[in-house]
């Protein structure tokens, strides 16, 4: 993870900010949003069942594949969390390569890390 964060293009603030919502309207430990290849934008907040157990990511990552994307630009995760685990990582990296930025935000939408899925 770098500190230093380069100015956010206005799409990355827009995922980051539909994440953040996501959390707080559903009252979960994360939210994350993911942009394809086309632009489109698939936002998910973390799936806590008793049969399933998903984060946000992974789940907006099956979400944008349910869909039909093929690739993924972007993606962004809001939590009280420091880092990005490694499977939603792979998740991000099975779809959209080992380059595609992860954008990790506190719950405050602030920007704490661009990690690359690799």
Do not use: F
Not at 2 to 28: F, H, Y
Request: aromatic share 0%.
């Amino acid at each position: 993870m770098s500190d230093e964060q380069p100015p956010l293009d206005p799409e990355d603030r827009k995922i980051i900010t539909l994440a953040r919502s996501a959390r707080a309207r559903n009252g979960v430990p994360e939210g994350a949003a993911v942009r394809d290849g086309t632009g489109r934008t698939y936002v998910a907040g973390t799936v806590a069942l008793r049969s399933l157990s998903l984060s946000a990511l992974r789940t907006a990552v099956a979400m944008a594949v349910a869909s039909g994307a093929t690739s993924l630009e972007a993606a962004a995760v809001v939590s009280a969390a420091g880092t990005v685990s490694p499977e939603d990582l792979a998740a991000v990296r099975d779809l959209g390569g080992p380059d595609t930025p992860v954008l990790l935000a506190g719950p405050d939408g602030a920007l704490r890390a661009t990690v690359p899925a690799q």
